[in-house]
């Protein structure tokens, strides 16, 4: 999906290594999100920004941290991988929070051994 | 009990069928409803939203939506094998967070 562009695709990390996931939209959208997906748990919202300047917590927040860099750009940061959060991530931005739908990145895969 | 329920399958269904795919949510203040389909190792695509109640139709897919009952559902017409996918259910609640479903799987054999 050219809309949002995630990197990296594919990612391997030792535990307790630290990381951090790009997304950018080219779409002028004003919300965006982060999801992991999980077998048998479906996607799970990390966090998300509405709008460029806020941001906030999700379901999952615990071993997170996110940046709204600007409106086109939201990271995902690990600070310490731990295995549990083995995934995949998908980056997702709306035009509006509330009412628009979500379009995807094409996700990264974290294995954390 | 999650807030949006959805059975996970496998749902088999023949070639030319109907496929009937039922999701169901707690939060009465919901208000908006999306299904996306996502192929094995792929992303999740939209395939339609519906905000109000009732049948919502674009080619093979219809959406319909009871508010009063909390359940929205897909409905694919003439299934092809292509359609063989995990359909997701989406909700934007009244907190304006979209909650996605755990998904469910659909297999249409030839």
């Known amino acids: 999906n050219a809309g949002v562009t995630q990197t990296p695709k594919f990612q391997v990390l030792k535990t307790g290594q630290s990381m951090t996931l790009q997304c950018a939209q080219y779409m002028n959208h004003n919300s965006m999100y982060w999801y992991r997906q999980d077998p048998g748990m479906g996607l799970r919202l990390i966090y998300y920004s509405a709008s460029e300047g806020t941001t906030d917590k999700g379901e999952v927040p615990n071993g997170y941290n996110v940046s709204r860099l600007n409106k086109r750009e939201f990271s995902l940061r690990l600070e310490s991988a731990a295995p549990s959060q083995t995934s995949v991530y998908f980056c997702a931005s709306s035009e509006l929070q509330g009412s628009s739908p979500l379009h995807f990145g094409n996700g990264t895969r974290l294995t954390v051994t | 009990q999650k807030e949006v329920e959805q059975n996970s399958g496998p749902l088999s269904v023949p070639e030319g069928a109907i496929a009937s795919l039922n999701c169901t949510y707690s939060?009465?203040?919901?208000?908006?409803f999306f299904w996306y389909r996502q192929y094995s190792g792929k992303s999740p695509e939209l395939i339609m939203f519906i905000y109000s109640n009732g049948d919502k139709e674009d080619g093979r897919f219809t959406a319909q939506l009871n508010k009063a009952s909390q359940y929205v559902s897909l409905l694919i017409r003439d299934s092809q094998p292509s359609d063989s996918a995990t359909y997701l259910c989406?909700?934007?609640?009244?907190?304006?967070?979209?909650?996605f479903g755990r998904g469910t799987s659909l297999i249409v054999h030839p």
């Open positions: 989406a909700v934007i609640r009244g907190s304006y967070i979209p909650t």
């Open positions: 939060d009465r203040g919901s208000q908006s």
